[in-house]
């Protein structure tokens, strides 16, 4: 089964700040990756899809990049509703797997 | 309107078993790659099951011999029966759609249910 690393596990930022997250995948997944984002007490939400592909009504200060191993979920100016749990989850093979999950807090 | 709506949940002794359904509307389930997706009480989101619009069926190895996904497609109906339940498997556990069954859709769970909790305490 695909592994999936993730990274940081917690970040803390400020409003305004640019923030990056990384996964990184134990073998190849092409761009199979989405990113989502949970808010305490929600089901999770996709962000992103194949890598880089931005889901209707997501804001464009979201940004997705990466293929095959190396993905990274990019914040460009952090707004107060941002503070929230991202994951990532290659669905490239089944078993699918998530990433750890990287809890973004308000510095 | 597109939704899932799961239910089944509860408090169940160690060594029990429980159905969790999740009912589907404006998402067909047997033309889907439809899952189970739990969290842990603090924790992350770990993938559990899927069942694909072919039948081919996954299980996490945690989960494995323990845990049977199907489906009622008169219905338009998931389920998920979850046998010799045990402490671990207290979680939220959330049914999803994911496009990767979809020709011409990018991969993603795109369409989640709200949860429902399962706890497993004597």
């Known amino acids: 089964a695909i592994q999936m690393t993730q990274s940081p596990s917690s970040l803390s930022a400020s409003v305004g700040d640019r923030v990056t997250i990384t996964c990184r995948a134990s073998?190849?997944?092409?761009?199979?990756l989405g990113w989502y984002q949970q808010k305490p007490g929600k089901a999770p939400k996709l962000l992103i899809s194949?890598?880089?592909s931005l889901q209707s009504g997501v804001p464009s200060r979201f940004s997705g990049s990466g293929s095959g191993t190396e993905f990274t979920l990019t914040i460009s100016s952090l707004q107060p509703e941002d503070f929230a749990t991202y994951y990532c989850?290659?669905?490239?093979?089944?078993?699918?797997?998530f990433g750890q999950g990287t809890k973004l807090e308000i510095k | 309107e597109v939704q899932l709506v799961e239910s089944g949940g509860g408090l169940i002794q160690p060594g029990g078993s429980l159905r969790l359904s999740c009912a589907a509307s404006?998402?067909?389930?047997?033309?889907?790659?439809m899952n189970w997706v739990r969290q842990a009480p603090g924790k992350g989101l770990e993938w559990v099951s899927a069942l694909f619009s072919g039948g081919t069926t996954y299980y996490a190895d945690s989960v494995k011999g323990r845990f049977t996904i199907s489906r009622d497609n008169s219905k338009n109906m998931l389920y998920l029966q979850m046998n010799s339940l045990r402490a671990e498997d207290t979680a939220v556990y959330y049914c999803?759609?994911?496009?990767?069954?979809?020709?011409?859709?990018?991969?993603?769970?795109?369409?989640w249910g709200q949860g429902t909790t399962v706890t497993v305490s004597s």
């Open positions: 404006g998402v067909i389930v047997s033309s889907n790659y």
């Open positions: 989850l290659q669905d490239y093979s089944y078993p699918c797997s």
């Open positions: 194949a890598a880089s």
């Open positions: 999803a759609r994911d496009r990767k069954g979809l020709v011409g859709y990018y991969y993603g769970m795109d369409v």
């Open positions: 073998q190849g997944i092409r761009n199979d």
